[in-house]
């Protein structure tokens, strides 16, 4: 959807995308899904900081993207996740399910294939071919093509056998397909799939890597969080939910300025001049493909006070500290028309886990050297070298993390 021109299927797409997937009501309806997924991927943690002696050393991302894609498709699908395994009934070492495992292989290659020597010399490299890219493509796109026709296959068998017990989304769109077939076609549907899957997983978990760098190297404004939360929730009644993140302001400002810093998406996706315009004194052709660099904006000294510094405090009123409004200068879900649709589930994705794990974990550098916060290559900014750290229980949640 993000590559299509603003045609019928762009509408068609968004549309569906707005209402099906990321409405405050279908968001607030999923809401319990992120919630047990992010207390299972908590009780995991406890369970291995117990069996190490009280503290684990943590791959961070791994973790956070086996919960997210277990979570999402739950949410498409109703496919049994790693929440409802007892410690009895499954090895730690299985901690996703076969579909999440297979579809995680594919986005991590299919993120490895988005920059290559095809998109700056294609005449050559397609004379050449030496990593075969093209056919690796190919190979991609038809493998994961079949295995989301499966599941969708599979979804239209379970809910003629009545075992479908909770609407999903997929679910909603097959109604919509059977009351305008040539809308909501099979190829909308994966293509809707396709989008929710690898972007909520891997844009979010990456944003949450990102942040937990920042906080392990700011262990004072983690305090805050911390402590904010305790304020709401109490120490140690209960687990944080979704309800509880419209109370929380300063940890949605430590997401906000995470994303400045550090943007997913560092330059959004190519848009085209349909016309030939002038925009602040520079004549656009019609045809022009025009990049946004979200990554320099969000730095921009002209726009924000200390840019190179992590503030969160600095959206706490609304608005950064030269006076802009965040509409307008934030752009880490884009803007206008094509201002990503899914920004609610995006953030309360990132509220539930980062506050899951906030909550219920003290949280260490590997040695006294400050995490490396060097971006990585791609058209997404992942981090360079991949965040590990040391988790600990706290003491006042070990007897709630030993009973969820």
Same mark, same amino acid.
């Given at each position: 959807?993000?590559?299509?021109?603003? !045609?019928?299927?762009?509408?068609? =797409?968004?549309?569906?995308?707005?209402?099906?997937?990321?409405?405050?009501?279908?968001?607030?309806?999923?809401?319990?899904?992120?919630?047990?997924?992010?207390?299972?991927?908590?009780? #995991?943690?406890?369970?291995?900081?117990?069996?190490? !002696?009280?503290?684990?050393?943590?791959?961070?991302?791994?973790?956070?993207?086996?919960?997210?894609?277990?979570?999402?498709?739950?949410?498409?699908?109703?496919?049994?996740?790693?929440?409802?395994?007892?410690?009895?009934?499954?090895?730690?070492?299985?901690?996703?399910?076969?579909?999440?495992?297979?579809?995680?292989?594919? =986005? %991590?290659?299919?993120?490895?294939?988005?920059?290559?020597?095809?998109?700056?010399?294609?005449?050559?490299?397609?004379?050449?071919?030496?990593?075969?890219? !093209?056919? #690796?493509?190919?190979?991609?796109?038809?493998?994961?093509?079949?295995?989301?026709?499966?599941?969708?296959?599979?979804?239209?068998?379970?809910?003629?056998?009545?075992?479908?017990?909770?609407?999903?989304?997929?679910?909603?769109?097959? %109604?919509?397909?059977?009351?305008?077939?040539?809308?909501?076609?099979?190829?909308?549907?994966?293509?809707?799939?396709?989008? =929710?899957?690898?972007?909520?997983?891997?844009?979010?978990?990456?944003?949450?890597?990102?942040?937990?760098?920042?906080?392990?190297?700011?262990?004072?404004?983690?305090?805050?969080?911390?402590?904010?939360?305790?304020?709401?929730?109490?120490?140690?009644?209960?687990?944080?939910?979704?309800?509880?993140?419209?109370?929380?302001?300063?940890?949605?400002?430590?997401?906000?300025?995470?994303?400045?810093?550090?943007?997913?998406?560092?330059?959004?996706?190519?848009?085209?001049?349909?016309?030939?315009?002038?925009?602040?004194?520079?004549?656009?052709?019609?045809?022009?493909?025009?990049?946004?660099?979200?990554?320099?904006?969000?730095?921009?000294?002209?726009?924000?006070?200390?840019?190179?510094?992590?503030?969160?405090?600095?959206?706490?009123?609304?608005?950064?500290?030269?006076?802009?409004?965040?509409?307008?200068?934030?752009?880490?879900?884009?803007? !206008?028309?094509?201002?990503?649709?899914?920004?609610?589930?995006?953030?309360?994705?990132?509220?539930?886990?980062?506050?899951?794990?906030?909550?219920?974990?003290?949280?260490?550098?590997?040695?006294?050297?400050?995490?490396?916060?060097?971006?990585?290559?791609?058209?997404?900014?992942?981090?360079?070298?991949?965040?590990?750290?040391?988790?600990?229980?706290?003491?006042?949640?070990?007897?709630?993390?030993?009973?969820?």
């Amino acid at each position: 959807m993000g590559h299509s021109n603003c !045609g019928p299927y762009w509408r068609q =797409a968004r549309r569906t995308t707005s209402t099906e997937f990321s409405s405050v009501e279908r968001v607030q309806h999923f809401a319990d899904v992120h919630e047990q997924e992010a207390r299972a991927m908590a009780r #995991r943690l406890c369970r291995v900081a117990h069996a190490s !002696g009280g503290r684990a050393l943590v791959d961070v991302k791994s973790r956070l993207l086996e919960m997210l894609m277990n979570g999402l498709l739950d949410m498409l699908f109703k496919r049994t996740t790693s929440r409802s395994w007892s410690s009895d009934e499954k090895d730690e070492a299985v901690e996703v399910s076969e579909e999440a495992r297979c579809f995680m292989a594919m =986005a %991590e290659e299919t993120m490895e294939l988005t920059l290559t020597v095809w998109d700056f010399l294609p005449p050559l490299a397609r004379w050449l071919d030496v990593d075969a890219v !093209g056919r #690796r493509l190919q190979r991609l796109q038809a493998n994961r093509t079949e295995f989301l026709q499966r599941l969708i296959e599979e979804h239209k068998e379970m809910e003629k056998g009545g075992q479908v017990t909770r609407r999903t989304l997929v679910g909603v769109m097959l %109604e919509l397909q059977d009351k305008d077939p040539e809308a909501y076609t099979d190829q909308l549907i994966r293509s809707l799939c396709v989008s =929710a899957l690898e972007a909520g997983t891997l844009s979010t978990g990456y944003t949450i890597e990102w942040v937990m760098s920042l906080l392990l190297n700011n262990p004072h404004i983690m305090k805050k969080a911390r402590d904010e939360i305790d304020a709401c929730v109490g120490e140690p009644k209960r687990l944080l939910d979704a309800t509880d993140l419209p109370k929380l302001p300063y940890l949605r400002c430590i997401i906000l300025e995470t994303l400045r810093l550090y943007p997913v998406v560092p330059l959004l996706v190519p848009r085209e001049s349909s016309t030939n315009c002038t925009v602040n004194g520079f004549n656009i052709a019609k045809g022009t493909m025009l990049l946004v660099n979200t990554f320099a904006i969000h730095r921009d000294p002209r726009t924000w006070d200390d840019p190179e510094t992590f503030l969160p405090e600095r959206f706490e009123d609304g608005s950064n500290q030269a006076g802009k409004t965040t509409t307008t200068t934030d752009l880490s879900f884009g803007m !206008g028309r094509r201002r990503c649709p899914a920004e609610n589930l995006g953030m309360q994705l990132a509220g539930i886990a980062l506050g899951t794990m906030i909550q219920c974990f003290n949280w260490e550098r590997v040695g006294t050297e400050l995490v490396d916060m060097a971006e990585g290559s791609g058209l997404t900014m992942s981090k360079k070298v991949p965040l590990e750290a040391f988790c600990q229980p706290r003491a006042s949640m070990v007897d709630l993390l030993a009973n969820i």
